[in-house]
């Protein structure tokens, strides 16, 4: 079954020997895991310089068919809005990331309304990483789906609101009220990726996101390179081996993923 990773990354993520991949080396993930396409964005983008990583992020998509990239911007740098128009003008630019737990800035703000604003104008689809370790608290689930509302011709997805949103008194144990805000929100709009380990530490995660969001409104994703071959193929095999049904699956691994990006992720 094809697969397509909507969440994956080039760079040192959090600057650990271990969660390091090079765009070479995140391909080499895919080939091993069975994933035919990775959206990437760059660490270097999300923790340092925006502008450098984006174009690191290009150079990589250039390179390697399987990749695909997302464009950072960080509201608090006006220059990497400036900038976005042309860098979403490469063919395999498919959309835009924003990490608010990194940049320091909260989606409850009118800065983050006014962000989005301005990436609507020239972006089809939006990522968006959902707070989901104790302690970070700037990008809920719930904000994300208020300000998506008021823009219905924009596609956003929610980073690692399946099956991650975590408990604070426990932090590995999946905690869904995220989803579930997602979920009541009903908004044609939305999804969440599942980008996270809990997916398959946790038999009961696939079935028990299905069941809160359907399968229509979840993307896979594993956050390469903070995942390796190993992991991947396990993340792959969770939703493969979920009681789930084979519709659901394909929806999950790669249909809903063709529906959002289109011709951009698949030709």
């Known amino acids: 079954m094809k697969v397509i ?3 994956g990354h080039i760079g040192n993520i959090n ?3 271990g969660w390091a991949g090079d765009a070479a080396m995140v391909h080499d993930i895919a080939v091993q895991s069975g994933i035919s ?3 990437v964005s760059s ?3 999300l923790q340092y ?4 990583g984006n174009r690191e992020v290009m150079e990589a998509i250039d390179k390697y068919e399987s990749l695909r990239g997302y464009a950072v911007v960080n509201p608090l740098l006006p220059s990497t809005l400036e900038s976005l128009p042309e860098i979403l003008g490469h063919p395999r630019m498919v959309g835009c990331k924003l990490h608010p737990d990194y940049h320091g800035y909260s989606t409850e703000s009118p800065l983050f309304y006014r962000t989005v604003e301005k990436i609507a104008a020239t972006a089809k689809v939006i990522l968006c990483h959902v707070s989901c370790m104790p302690g970070t608290a700037f990008s809920t689930a719930e904000s994300i789906c208020r300000i998506a509302a008021d823009f219905p011709d924009t596609k956003f997805i929610l980073a690692h609101c399946a099956g991650i949103y975590q408990n604070g008194l426990y932090p590995y144990y999946p905690n869904y009220s995220g989803l579930e805000k997602m979920a009541g929100y009903g908004l044609p709009n939305v999804w969440a990726d599942i980008a996270h380990y809990l997916v398959y530490v946790y038999p009961m995660v696939v079935p028990d996101i299905v069941g809160i969001a359907g399968a229509d409104r979840l993307l896979f994703g594993t956050d390469m390179p903070l995942q390796g071959p190993l992991q991947c193929r396990f993340a792959v095999e969770a939703v493969m081996q979920a009681d789930i049904g084979r519709v659901a699956k394909e929806r999950i691994l790669y249909r809903n993923a063709l529906d959002i990006f289109g011709d951009d992720i698949a030709g």
């Not at 310089?49 to 450098?52: I, K, M, Q, R, S």
Request: proline content about 6%; charged content about 25%.
């Open 49 to 52: 310089d925006v502008e450098a």
């Open 5 to 7: 990773d909507i969440h």
């Open 43 to 45: 660490a270097m983008a």
């Open 15 to 17: 600057i650990h020997p």
């Open 37 to 39: 396409r990775v959206v």
